[in-house]
């Protein structure tokens, strides 16, 4: 990896970081907001699914638009947007406030992924090791932000987490204006995998299993770190803290499934593997609400490490079977389904915690993954 290549990746990770961390700190203060506010559990799924519908809608213009003024102005109207949408949010007073200072989050955030995924497929000579190395960034991004909103809600406010994040992107956004140079080459100077025709059976697939695994990454992401706290009530310590802390730790497992994803990539079949990483969703999934203490936490890491090792092998794939100039908009589409129509698992969740409890979302979306089993079986074979 060249210099060129290695600056593109610490500019793009460090704003993978930061998209993450801005999309999970509503989860993570999920209880705090419920007394605020005095609402349920429910409305505030519903908000979180707004938000990553948002998240994945703007992603589809967002991939178009990527084509036509490139990576650098993406991730500047991404980095200035979201602090803009961070302040809607701080200045807050009541819910409708804070759901459509979310709602602006979640959009200025969908710009990120078609941009910078983009980028490092056409820029990164060995991508798996490449997207392996951006999605440990966003990794951590998800590992932080428990943690980040935990110890600033005690410390300061939750509003305050908001506005560490936006100081983060402000200081990313001076970074890429002055030392990010206009690429002036054009997509095939600069493609190294110039894919000449699209595989649109193997893209429809792959979409479709995109959905049931978003609609799983939202329903898991948005209710763990309740779901740690009420679980953990007889351990000492700060319960918002401790619920931060054990989410940290096991989206910190996704770190090694990133990885896992980027090495076994780059040498056997992706299509074959995403099949296998589907299967192994399944049990640990509902393993995390199914079992109490040790073994609770433990499945959460297990399913940490098995879930992020699809990220470079399904953004290495995306890269296989796309035409090389709609490259773009098959990221923004893939980003769509994931955390657009995906994004329901937030407020399906809600819905599920309301009526039988936080511990059952989780067997529950493990159940609502199975169809996806049937589709990566037929995308094995199809690419």
Known sequence: MNRDEKFILTITAGSHLSVHSFMLVF?????????????????????????????????????????????????????????VATMVIVMSQSLWMLATGLAL????????????????????????????????????????????????????????????????NFVLAFFTFFLVPIMKKTIVEEDHRNTKVTNKTALILYYSIGIFMGITFAGFTTFLPTHFTLQTAEWTGSPTLRGGILTTLVL???????????????????????????????????????????????SGIIFGIVHFSMQPIGNSLIAQITQSNHRGVGYGISFFFSFGAGGFGAGIGGLIAEHFGVAKIFPAMSILLIPAIGLAWLLKKKV
């Open 27 to 83: 989860p993570s203060i999920l209880l705090v907001l419920k007394n605020e506010f005095s609402v349920g559990l429910d409305v505030l799924g519903f908000i979180a699914t707004l938000s990553a519908l948002m998240f994945g809608i703007g992603a589809i213009p967002s991939g178009y638009f990527e084509s036509k003024v490139g990576g650098r102005v993406l991730l500047l109207i991404y980095q200035t947007g979201t602090i």
């Open 105 to 168: 989050l979640g959009l200025f955030c969908s710009i990120y992924h078609p941009a910078g995924l983009t980028l490092i497929s056409r820029r990164i000579s060995n991508i798996s090791k490449g997207m392996a190395l951006h999605g440990i960034a966003g990794s951590l991004g998800l590992a932080l932000a428990p943690v980040i909103a935990a110890s600033f809600t005690i410390l300061f406010s939750w509003r305050a987490a908001f506005g560490f994040l936006a100081f983060v």
């Open 252 to 298: 910190l497992s996704g770190i090694i499934g990133q990885l896992l994803g980027g090495y076994f990539g780059s040498r056997f079949d992706k299509a074959y593997l995403l099949f296998i990483i589907v299967v192994l969703n399944v049990p640990f999934l509902a393993l995390i609400g199914l079992t109490p203490g040790m073994m609770m936490i433990f």
